[in-house]
Nanobody, 123 residues
């Protein structure tokens, strides 16, 4: 299973970006996908997660009302729409898929990871 992130870049504070995560490889059945982020010198934190149908989602408190996670299973792609970006949102954003269909907050529950896409927000 491979996950490839795209869509990162440089944006001014208050701006928007949409990052995408394309999955490929053997069929996994129904699985949850999450976005994590890691800034230099900091731990990797969960940003948002979504189940297969898109009916169950989780957001970190710091991104509620600004970020939206969604997925298009016909295209094997998960999106993270990021609005009202702040400098503290700057990080390497990773997507990860689980072997379960529950949006877990524990990174250990995600078996497959992408290489990350850099998001930088200037003040």
């Amino acid at each position: 299973v491979q996950l490839v992130e795209s869509g990162g870049g440089l944006v001014q504070a208050g701006g928007s970006l949409r990052v995408s995560c394309a999955t490929s490889g053997p069929p996994q059945g129904k699985y949850a996908v999450a976005w994590f982020r890691q800034a230099p010198g900091k731990e990797r934190d969960l940003v948002a997660a979504i189940d297969w149908k898109g009916t169950s989602t989780y957001y970190a408190r710091s991104v509620i009302d600004r970020f939206t996670i969604s997925r298009d299973n016909t295209k094997n792609t998960v999106f993270l729409q990021m609005n009202w970006l702040r400098p503290e949102d700057s990080a390497l954003y990773y997507c990860a898929s689980s072997s379960e269909d529950t949006p877990s907050t524990n990174s250990r529950d995600y078996a497959f990871w992408g290489q990350g896409t850099q998001v930088t927000v200037s003040s």
